[in-house]
């Protein structure tokens, strides 16, 4: 039976993509901040661990708990919506702090192991923001970007070890996105900016987008088909966004 290590499980992609292995008779190490026992279905071959990818001591105990890993999964990620101009730089950092360097902080502390068995998947989440630029998303935009540009050269890297890498890039999930948006805005916004923020937030109804269980299997089919391509969009909109650049 193989393992896979997924974090951010507490909800959405995250969630889904637990139980999608799971069903598959896959070991799963769900790991979220703070673990609830009660988001998955009682299984002998379920662990839910805490863990914060912004903490060096909680990253080495999560892994060091979780035994042999044959797939990562880094699916945990903060968003906000803002003003470039005027975005707090400890919000950039946070932003950065989870979205990149807790994925960097992950795979290093996975890739021991696998390079000691010459075996092993690493996934990155990313968005389907890296695919097309969208308005007030910069700060979000970069933190994923440096995933998928950092995944592209680690790949060579790992190649002659036999682990391979992949990126996942979701949509925008039809139920969340537009919910969660204006809390996450961040700063105040100056005048000048107030009618195109309005116009960007008018748009943001549901729509069709990314379910999670288009997430779910992508991460299935990068993890399990060696000849999936690199780059995977996830979503009717993260595909139609591929197509079109």
């Known amino acids: ?32 901040r703070r ?12 662990r839910v661990l805490g863990l914060d990818v912004t903490d060096a001591e909680s990253i080495r105990a ?11 999964v880094n699916n945990a990620g903060i968003g906000m919506l803002g003003v470039f101009e005027t975005t707090p730089m400890a919000i950039t950092r946070d932003l950065f702090e989870t979205n990149t360097f807790g994925t960097f902080a992950l795979i290093q502390a996975v890739l021991p192991q696998m390079r000691a068995r010459k075996a092993g998947v690493v996934v990155n989440v990313t968005s389907s923001v890296t695919l097309k630029p969208l308005p007030l998303l910069s700060v979000y935009t970069a933190s994923k970007a440096a995933v998928t540009a950092f995944t592209e050269s ?27 948006a204006r809390p996450r805005m961040q700063g105040d916004v100056p ?14 109804g549901p729509s069709a987008g990314t379910e999670p269980l288009d997430v779910a299997q992508a991460v299935w089919r990068a993890v399990k088909d060696p ?10 909109d993260a595909i139609e966004m591929a197509q079109g650049s």
């Open 227 to 236: 000849a999936s391509p690199m780059r995977m969009p996830a979503g009717a």
């Open 35 to 46: 673990p609830d026992n009660s988001l998955l279905p009682r299984s002998d071959h379920l």
């Open 1 to 32: 039976m193989k393992t896979v290590l997924i974090t951010g499980c507490s909800s959405g992609f995250g969630l889904e993509t637990a139980r999608y292995f799971l069903e598959r008779d896959w070991k799963v190490i769900a790991t979220m």
């Open 62 to 72: 999560a892994v060091e708990a979780a035994g042999p890993i044959d797939a990562l």
């Open 154 to 180: 680690l790949a060579l890297e790992l190649q002659p070890l036999n682990i391979r890498v992949a990126v996942v890039e979701p949509g925008r999930s039809p139920t969340r996105f537009a919910e969660n």
């Open 191 to 204: 005048d000048a900016y107030t009618d195109f923020v309005g116009n960007v937030f008018a748009g943001m």
